[in-house]
């Protein structure tokens, strides 16, 4: 089942198998580098079904760190058009890319230099939450988000919508999971807001939504549009099932095609395991009985066999993968199940078969 094909409103992925968003902490004033080049160009040769691109900033105090990709202005949109010719001139994949503010994680080292560590001193920017709260104890205080700073926020999200829309970017993947902004506005344990963005879950939901429901009426219909979502926070007065159901149900109604569910990340430890293979299959279950758009997972999900029995039990319709194929990203052409099922390349196939 993994192996066939999958019609998404006007594309049909060849397989059943996405490459995942993979932060690679290596732009140029949120631009790609020449990294990204030959990072991206190997994985649109992988096989798989369709290639989705870095978790990418709608504006400077929205990156996580200063080596992300952004999508914000001109000279963004000039070097994304020059990337994307690229990979298209090498491949017929389709190509889509994850846009996000990362809130209170903002201002953070680029991990292979400190590790889940803030910056500080002149090259460290101010940080923004729905709530005056900290990711950690070793973090700044964000500074609390007012009404007209988040209809700003709101208006970012659309122009570098709009950007990708016009970059011709096959699929828009909203990211509102992973401890970022979005998430922490739907988390009591970020979001202790009082006024109209915060207290029950309808209050918490309202800025996610609204921003869901303003890229739905400028994204194309015939596109693909998805959002990464949390399943759990993984914490005793956080996220829990009954919140992710609900805002799939609503995420659904406003015209979204699938969703990706994971979980965890809203603090620097949360009780989940993610030792075990498929950890967030339990929740997406749930949740994809609940609603009749496609769901996809993540997270420890490289064995294909056992995706491949997750969607022959309509666990998940699809399987999203990612660092595994930085490992191997020909592991697909190596498995039985996609044998002459998938192109690969004129130039490697002496090399497979």
Same mark, same amino acid.
């Given at each position: 089942?993994?192996?066939k094909?999958l ?7 060849t397989?059943r198998?996405?490459v ?7 732009g140029?004033?949120g631009?790609p ?8 160009g190997r ?7 369709? @290639?989705? /691109? =870095? %978790?990418t900033?709608?504006? &400077? $105090?929205?990156m996580?760190?200063? *080596?992300d @990709?952004? /999508? =914000? %202005?001109?000279n963004?949109? &000039? $070097?994304f058009k020059?990337?994307? *010719?690229?990979?298209?001139?090498? %491949?017929?994949?389709?190509i889509g ?7 209170r994680?903002?201002?953070?080292e680029?991990?292979?230099i ?5 910056l500080h001193?002149k ?5 923004y939450?729905?709530?005056p ?6 973090w700044?205080?964000?500074i609390e ?7 700003k926020i709101k208006e970012?999200f ?9 970059l011709?970017?096959?699929c828009?993947?909203?990211?509102m999971?992973?401890g970022?902004l979005?998430?922490?506005?739907l ?7 009082k ?22 009426k ?5 596109r693909?549009l ?11 007065d956080?996220?829990?099932?009954k919140?992710?159901?609900y805002?799939?149900?609503r ?5 979204f095609n ?5 979980s965890?990340?809203i ?9 075990i ?6 929740l997406t279950k ?12 993540c997270g420890n999900?490289n064995?294909i066999?056992?995706?491949d029995?997750l969607?022959k039990?309509k666990?998940i319709?699809f399987?999203t993968i990612?660092?595994?194929f ?10 039985k ?12 196939l002496?090399?497979?078969?």
């Open positions: 089942m993994i192996e094909k019609k998404i409103n006007k594309y049909t992925l397989n198998v996405v995942g968003p993979m932060c690679q902490y290596s140029l004033n631009n580098s020449n990294w990204h080049y030959q990072h991206l994985l649109s040769l992988s096989g798989a079904g369709m @290639l989705i /691109l =870095e %978790s900033a709608i504006s &400077k $105090e929205g996580i760190t200063s *080596k @990709l952004r /999508l =914000e %202005s001109d963004n949109k &000039k $070097e020059k990337i994307l *010719k690229f990979i298209r001139s090498i %491949s017929n994949i389709p890319i994850q846009l996000s503010h990362s809130g994680k903002g201002s953070s680029v991990p292979w400190k590790s889940n560590m803030p001193g090259h460290a920017w101010k940080t939450s729905p709530s709260i900290a990711k950690d104890n070793n700044p205080k964000p988000l007012t009404v007209p700073r988040i209809n970012q659309i122009r570098s919508a709009k950007i990708a829309k016009d011709n970017f096959d828009l993947e909203i990211h999971a992973h970022y979005l998430h922490q506005f988390s009591p344990i970020s979001n202790k807001r006024d109209l963005y915060g207290g029950d879950l309808v209050g918490r939901s309202k800025f996610i939504l609204e921003v869901a429901s303003l890229i739905r400028i994204w194309p219909a015939s693909i998805g959002a990464r979502i949390t399943g759990s926070d993984h914490l005793k956080g996220i829990n099932i919140d992710s159901i805002l799939s149900k995420l659904e109604k406003i015209g699938y969703i990706c569910v994971s965890g990340g603090q620097t430890k949360t009780n989940l395991n993610n030792k293979k498929g950890y967030n299959i339990h749930k949740i994809k009985k609940k609603v009749k758009m496609l769901v996809t997972s999900l064995d066999n056992f995706a029995n969607i039990s666990k319709d399987v990612a660092r595994n930085v490992k191997n990203n020909n592991y697909l052409f190596q498995n199940k996609f044998k002459r099922k998938i192109k690969i390349p004129n130039q490697y002496r090399c497979i078969y």
